[in-house]
T-cell receptor, first 111, second 112 residues
């Protein structure tokens, strides 16, 4: 099993603040994905990063894949209450096409 | 386009009872996954199907869990007998391409 540790586990911030969530592993992944999950729903894919050092932007969200493809970060600029949710990173291992999910970061943005 | 459908949404049973969950993937998606998500944790893969064949079931507790996808479309996940630690959300996902997962809303199981 390839472990993905996310930090922080919980984060509560005021609307308009910036934040960064981290996803770390000792394993190398062929790709890494970020999902957002809201209560009572399944995870929804936000982005997939494939190349070491890759940076992708999705409106106010910036995702980066580490150079060694072992870690990733998610930065949110000017957080909005709609950003509230559980953020999950998931690494795709070599071999079978399955994903190993991280422990999750629960974000609450206070209006 | 219809998403991944799961039922039931909620189920409460007593320990040692059995339960079954159903999943209808997005049409045309060959790959189907069952994940277990315990409260406060990320989803853990239980089993992965490619059409009606099992690709990975290494983390499926086979003494009590079973899953099938007989016609390569719908799938069922069964737990018999259930234990307290099986309380979780069971997520089904389907994929048209490697790594591109679409999740259902999940089935929340409470074992008393």
């Amino acid at each position: 099993t390839q472990l993905l540790e996310q930090s922080p586990q919980f984060l509560s911030i005021q609307e308009g603040e910036n934040l960064t969530v981290y996803c770390n592993s000792s394993s190398v992944f062929s790709s890494l994905q970020w999902y957002r999950q809201e209560p009572g729903e399944g995870p929804v894919l936000l982005v997939t990063v494939v190349t070491g050092g890759e940076v992708k932007k999705l409106k106010r969200l910036t995702f980066q894949f580490g150079d060694a493809r072992k870690d990733s970060s998610l930065h949110i600029t000017a957080a909005q209450p709609g950003d509230t949710g559980l953020y999950l990173c998931a690494g795709e291992g070599t071999g079978a096409n399955n994903l190993f999910f991280g422990t999750g970061t629960r974000l609450t943005v206070i209006p | 386009e219809a998403g991944v459908a799961q039922s039931p949404r909620y189920k409460i049973i007593e320990k040692r009872q059995s339960v079954a969950f159903w999943c209808n993937p997005i049409s045309g998606h060959a790959t189907l996954y069952w994940y277990q998500q315990i409260l406060g944790q990320g989803p853990k893969l239980l089993i992965q199907f490619q059409n009606n064949g099992v690709v990975d079931d290494s983390q499926l507790p086979k003494d009590r869990f079973s899953a099938e996808r007989l016609k390569g479309v719908d799938s069922t996940l069964k737990i018999q007998p259930a234990k307290l630690e099986d309380s979780a959300v069971y997520l089904c996902a389907s994929s048209p391409n490697p790594g591109e997962l679409f999740f259902g809303e999940g089935s929340r199981l409470t074992v008393l």
